[in-house]
């Protein structure tokens, strides 16, 4: 992987990292898991790890969009 694209993505996971960590509202916390996810997964690419790539591609934003309409229910 290019370092420049590293440095792209790893600055990515960070700004998600750094944003979950501020939020103080449930549903900008997942937008800003998801934004981890965005960052970490063209690492797992670049291992060559491409089944668990799609996996976790398939998985975050299906648990996202299960968990916030539970919360969005909860909150009604």
Same mark, same amino acid.
Do not use: E, H
């Given at each position: 992987?290019?370092?420049?694209?590293?440095?792209?993505? !790893?600055?990515? #996971?960070?700004?998600g #990292? =750094? +944003?979950?960590?501020?939020?103080?509202? +449930?549903?900008?916390? @997942?937008? +800003? =898991?998801?934004?981890?996810?965005? !960052? $970490?997964?063209?690492?797992? $690419? *670049?291992?060559?790890? @491409? *089944?668990? #790539?799609?996996a =976790? !591609?398939?998985?975050?934003? =299906?648990?996202?969009?299960?968990?916030?309409? $539970?919360?969005?229910?909860? #909150?009604?």
């Amino acid at each position: 992987m290019n370092d420049l694209l590293a440095s792209l993505y !790893g600055a990515i #996971a960070l700004i998600g #990292a =750094v +944003s979950a960590l501020l939020q103080t509202n +449930s549903f900008n916390k @997942l937008i +800003s =898991v998801g934004i981890i996810a965005g !960052g $970490v997964i063209p690492f797992l $690419v *670049d291992r060559g790890y @491409l *089944d668990v #790539a799609i996996a =976790v !591609g398939l998985i975050i934003p =299906v648990t996202t969009i299960i968990i916030l309409l $539970v919360c969005r229910r909860g #909150a009604a």
